[in-house]
T-cell receptor, first 114, second 112 residues
Framework: DSGVTQTPKHLITATGQRVTLRCSPR?????VYWYQQSLDQGLQFLIQ???????AKGNILERFSAQQFPDLHSELNLSSLELGDSALYFC?????????????FGEGSRLTVL | DAKTTQPPSMDCAEGRAANLPCNHS???????VYWYRQIHSQGPQYIIH???NNETNEMASLIITEDRKSSTLILPHATLRDTAVYYC?????????????FGSGTQLTVLP
């Protein structure tokens, strides 16, 4: 158990819909990272927040957005969903903002878009 | 950022040492070597990292060549639960999260 909690574990929705994925980092970790893993793309970095502020951005689509709240939990919002958005979405956390050491990953949220 | 090259797959007998190689011939002086693994559809798990000295922890050992152009992750006594995709990543210690990129990795299969 990494200490990172992600909900929901599974989500099935239709194209055009909007979903929210939630992540609670390990106690004391200030950074939250979001990754997308699809069959043909591998593990792709989306975005990082550190203590409530956006710190780094990867290949995140404009239809996607994220935020980190004062209690440090984070949400990833996916809108206007397309079939290609079906993937595993992982959240990770770390103590520092520089991704210096190890990242602790949650078990992921599996999104299926029909 | 330095690129890494790993074999796509390897097999190892249960109880034997698993030696997973990684080439990173363009590594810079400030870049560390990180290893993560991902057991089927679970979240990646950090294993170990190092700069130039060999490192050991409760999970594995990391051997980095003197010229730092390659490294080997050693699982001393592989078990069936070590079957996973192993990722070798090089990045600055305090680099951006964008630099923690996971490539294709090596699929290690531990055979009974």
């Amino acid at each position: 158990d990494s200490g990172v909690t992600q909900t929901p574990k599974h989500l099935i929705t239709a194209t055009g819909q909007r979903v929210t994925l939630r992540c609670s980092p390990r106690s004391g970790d200030l950074s939250v990272y979001w990754y997308q893993q699809s069959l043909d793309q591998g593990l792709q970095f989306l975005i990082q927040y550190y203590n409530g502020e956006e710190r780094a951005k990867g290949n995140i689509l404009e239809r996607f957005s994220a935020q980190q709240f004062p209690d440090l939990h984070s949400e990833l919002n996916l809108s206007s969903l397309e079939l290609g958005d079906s993937a595993l979405y992982f959240c990770a956390s770390s103590v520092t903002g520089g991704a210096a050491g190890e990242l602790f990953f949650g078990e992921g949220s599996r999104l299926t878009v029909l | 950022d330095a690129k890494t090259t790993q074999p796509p797959s390897m097999d190892c007998a249960e109880g034997r040492a698993a030696n997973l190689p990684c080439n990173h011939s363009t590594i810079s002086g400030n870049e560390y070597v990180y290893w993560y693994r991902q057991i089927h559809s679970q979240g990646p798990q950090y294993i170990i990292h190092g700069l130039k000295n060999n490192e050991t922890n409760e999970m594995a050992s990391l051997i980095i060549t003197e010229d730092r152009k390659s490294s080997t992750l050693i699982l001393p006594h592989a078990t069936l639960r070590d079957t996973a995709v192993y990722y070798c990543i090089v990045r600055p210690f305090l680099g951006s999260a964008r630099q923690l990129t996971f490539g294709s990795g090596t699929q290690l299969t531990v055979l009974p």
